[in-house]
């Protein structure tokens, strides 16, 4: 086979390779993107109803000032309402913060962190933002030898 033309298919293949790994990058930034909209969204609900609640118990407050008989029960009900969304809200603030400082291992699967170059599970490599991140143009692969041998030729 020609030289030059094995030359160009192993360009073309090594540059397949990072199209795919750029692609996937950015498969699994929308995903993790989509999460933690999700989520976002999940507190936005949880607020709205705890907003609701604490309506609810200042007017049931009020009612005791104007000496309407204390709803004891309803108050303590809703308390304890908020109480449980209040809870519910740290949890998924908490996955929020989790899903930001967390990476999958592309080899095995496992949530590791950011911070890992390896993968506590398997010791594959992290794609961490650095290594994730699409070459730049100018690191483009097969430089460093085409640009030596290509002009000698003639
Ligand atoms: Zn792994």
Do not use: W
Not at 42 to 58: A, H, R, S
Not at 96 to 120: E, Q, Y
Not at 129 to 139: G, K, M, N, R
């Amino acid at each position: 086979m020609d030289e030059k033309i094995q030359l160009l298919l192993e360009k073309a293949k090594v540059y397949a390779g990072k199209t795919g790994q750029a692609a996937e990058s950015a498969g699994r930034k929308a995903t993790e993107l989509a999460q933690a909209t999700r989520l976002n969204l999940q507190i936005f609900d949880l607020n709205t109803e705890c907003e609701v609640l604490y309506k609810e118990i200042g007017k049931l407050m009020y009612d005791v000032h104007q000496g309407i008989e204390a709803d004891e029960s309803g108050i303590q009900d809703r308390l304890a309402k908020l109480d449980e969304r209040r809870e519910k809200i740290e949890g998924l603030r908490g996955q929020i913060s989790l899903l930001r400082s967390s990476v999958r291992c592309p080899n095995c699967g496992r949530v590791c962190s950011r911070a890992d170059t390896f993968c506590a599970g398997c010791g594959g490599t992290l794609n961490t933002d650095a290594a994730a991140e699409v070459p730049a143009a100018d690191s483009v692969p097969g430089n460093e030898n085409g640009s030596s041998c290509d002009p000698a030729e003639d």
